[in-house]
């Protein structure tokens, strides 16, 4: 191999021809050629967020929608409720303060899920306009089942909205937007959708739209209405967009159509059980609370007191890199991710790697 392949949970592993997508001749963003590129990739990529609303594609990181979710869901003199179980929902947390809103935040115990039940006690304060949940906590490897505290909150605080944060699950796991009754749901193309830095998506809902337009000083960037606006009119996007990465985008979801959304999520989920085994059998624990654990990286508690630094060095020696754990949990555990273009037959080569590190 030409690079290190990474088993880390982003950037992930790209396919050749992904790559050769971005050397295409650069097209002028707001011509014919573009906007045919543009309108073109919408529709495939809606078959993947499963959903039939709206989708939107911004030059930025996924942090950059947490910003425009809380920018153009929560009104003023109205509360956000900040669900935070993990590194990424702090980084919402601190996303939602840094831009005035009254954010309540609460935490959940790392490795654990966010629960119906967490949801409902905090909302029930009332006051709220929205709540933020990370599906998928690329920092612990626990992924929080959404689709039962989307249930709860219709049934109990309907006027409420649901901001997921899929960033390290969309496409590689099934989250059935419009089924679920998801208000928004953002993500990167750096993870599962094995694309380069530099891309976000988000699938909004109507009556996220609708909100909007009774919430003041939504930014210009980020404001949903205004990127609606544009795709309306056929302008495509207000700002200029990441051509380049626009059309490895457009290469990349008709690999994935072609490979099937099923056929997708049933090879992460045979890697993750694949990376569950090996950390069984090798004496090893899982972090994440029993029944919770992601499909797209597997977080590995260190019981057995390995020193992780030096399994990551021996691992890229071999042409493999695996992570660390994330802040706190330095050395405490270490995350092995099977995303993207991941399956099966790589975790056994990595697995060949590490138990010789082990032996």
Request: aromatic share 8%.
């Amino acid at each position: 191999m030409s690079h290190p392949k990474l088993f880390i949970p982003g950037p992930t592993e790209i396919a050749p021809e992904v790559l050769q997508a971005q050397t295409r001749p650069m097209l002028g963003h707001r011509s014919k050629d573009f906007a045919d590129l543009f309108y073109g990739i919408l529709p495939r990529l809606k078959q993947v967020l499963l959903t039939g609303q709206h989708v939107y594609i911004t030059a930025s990181s996924g942090t950059g929608l947490q910003e425009a979710a809380v920018r153009n869901a929560v009104r003023p003199g109205r509360k956000v409720l900040n669900m935070v179980a993990g590194a990424f929902g702090d980084r919402w947390n601190k996303v939602s303060v840094s831009n005035g809103k009254e954010a309540v935040r609460v935490d959940i115990p790392w490795g654990q899920p966010i629960r119906p039940e967490d949801v409902h006690a905090a909302l029930a304060a009332g006051g709220f306009d929205a709540v933020t949940i990370v599906h998928n906590e690329t920092s612990t490897g626990v992924m929080s089942d959404v689709g039962a505290i989307a249930r709860l909150v219709h049934k109990k605080h309907p006027d409420v909205l649901i901001l997921v944060d899929a960033v390290s699950s969309a496409s590689g796991v099934r989250i059935p937007f419009d089924e679920w009754g998801l208000d928004m749901l953002l993500t990167s193309s750096q993870k599962a959708f094995a694309l380069p830095p530099g891309l976000a998506f988000a699938a909004v809902s109507d009556r996220m739209l609708a909100r909007a337009q009774n919430v003041p000083n939504r930014g210009w960037y980020f404001d949903l209405l205004m990127l609606e606006k544009y795709l309306a009119a056929g302008k495509t996007t207000p700002a200029t967009p990441a051509v380049s990465l626009l059309n490895a985008l457009d290469v990349q979801l008709d690999r994935i159509l072609a490979e099937g959304l099923e056929a997708r999520w049933a090879r992460h989920e045979a890697s993750m059980k694949l990376a569950h085994a090996w950390a069984r059998e090798r004496g090893f624990e899982l972090f994440p609370s029993s029944g919770y654990e992601s499909r797209t990286v597997t977080c590995i508690a260190n019981v057995r007191s390995v020193d992780v630094p030096a399994m990551i060095a021996f691992a890229r020696q071999k042409g493999m890199i695996i992570g660390n754990g994330y802040g706190n949990l330095k050395n405490k555990t270490f995350r092995i991710a099977h995303m993207g273009e991941l399956g099966p037959d790589d975790l056994r080569a990595l697995f060949v790697v590490l138990d010789q590190f082990l032996a």
